[in-house]
């Protein structure tokens, strides 16, 4: 089944019992048992409900791993697969990361024991360095929020079998269309699906897909335990969303390379960071582990000031945090996404005042285009 077919098919395809040809949303919180521990596979819906089954199967499916899950959000997929770990273990992280993944990192898993090491994954060598005698897992973006560098997911992945510990990837900005780094020797792929997977800014929700049922075991167990599940309504609102997420990723793309071409050819612009420009460093990479280069791009204008001002006036980008959306999103990540960082750290990586990151939509590329020149005017 090819992926497009996939998306539409896969998983658990319609309602056996009603004939309907959509998974129903299962409103319910209990279920009757026929006796002391006899039910019919549910028994309460933090441990499982038939419609986040549904979304867990599928997208289980999608990204080719042995098990699914669905949480509240990005951030409780992320905090949920944190827990896997003690007090004591070291990670790796990337050091271009959502603002949102270095918060709860940082301020949070540190305070109760964990210690990390933030590194430019793109940079093996840097990896390789930073893994001590108790780390246990490496976790990384690719391409990464929101200076759009590319990692080399499979030779990761050999470094961190060859270390004796996990790889986990934040999938978001490729999605599985895209991207599938499971396929290349990842252990746990995660998503906020708030973004592309959901794609009409009307759902908050995370995924989360193990390689094998081992370590799925464990997670499901965390998940239960933690109870950051996510309710049947969004649940459903994810499986239609993610049925059109070929059609509408390919135009995401489309769009995306024309706007980036246009942007690199223009002289008041510093830096264009988008992977699929043939001069962007990960380019040849990116070309051979996914299908595409995505729809998000990040540019510099210069400062600050002048960063406001180009947001103030564009007419058919939304100013807002988010990204994936069928409408164009566009944000200063210093100020917004990523003003958790401390300011000399964003220094340190080049996120500057004056860097803006667009999420492309699919309205008219043109559109697009003339709404960004009238503003950089």
Request: net charge negative; glycine share 10%; proline share 3%.
């Amino acid at each position: 089944m090819r992926l497009k077919t996939r998306l539409i098919h896969g998983g658990i395809d319609g309602d056996a019992q009603t004939g309907a040809v959509v998974v129903p949303v299962y409103q319910v919180s209990t279920y009757r048992q026929e006796g002391i521990g006899q039910h019919k596979g549910y028994e309460y819906s933090r441990t499982g409900n038939p419609t986040r089954h549904a979304l867990e199967t599928y997208i289980a499916e999608v990204e080719g791993g042995a098990r699914g899950f669905a949480f509240g959000s990005g951030m409780a997929a992320l905090s949920t697969i944190l827990a896997l770990f003690n007090k004591g273990d070291h990670l790796v992280v990337g050091d271009d990361v959502y603002g949102g993944t270095y918060r709860v990192i940082t301020r949070v898993f540190t305070r109760l024991g964990l210690d990390v090491t933030y590194v430019d994954t793109s940079n093996l060598t840097a990896v390789e360095q930073a893994i001590q005698t108790n780390t246990r897992a490496i976790i990384l973006e690719t391409p990464t929020n929101p200076l759009l560098k590319v990692s080399d997911i499979r030779a990761v992945a050999d470094l961190a079998k060859d270390k004796g510990v996990l790889l986990i990837v934040d999938n978001t900005f490729m999605t599985p269309y895209w991207q599938n780094p499971l396929d290349l020797g990842a252990d746990i792929v995660y998503h906020s699906a708030t973004k592309y997977l959901g794609g009409h800014s009307d759902v908050v929700a995370g995924l989360a897909v193990t390689r094998d049922e081992e370590l799925g075991e464990q997670l499901h167990f965390l998940q239960n335990s933690i109870g950051a599940v996510l309710g049947p309504q969004d649940s459903w609102l994810l499986l239609r969303g993610m049925k059109t997420l070929g059609i509408r990723m390919e135009e995401h793309e489309a769009n995306a390379r024309k706007i980036a071409a246009w942007l690199a050819e223009r002289h008041d612009i510093k830096q264009v960071n988008y992977p699929g420009l043939p001069n962007h460093p990960g380019h040849e990479l990116a070309k051979r582990q996914a299908r595409g280069f995505g729809g998000m791009i990040s540019f510099d204008v210069g400062s600050g000031r002048r960063a406001e001002e180009v947001l103030s006036r564009v007419k058919y980008f939304t100013l807002a945090e988010s990204l994936g959306a069928v409408e164009s999103l566009i944000s200063v990540p210093a100020r917004m996404t990523h003003a958790s960082i401390p300011a000399e750290r964003r220094a340190e990586l080049g996120i500057t005042d004056g860097l803006i990151r667009i999420s492309v939509g699919i309205e008219d590329v043109q559109d697009l285009i003339e709404d960004l020149e009238q503003a950089l005017a």
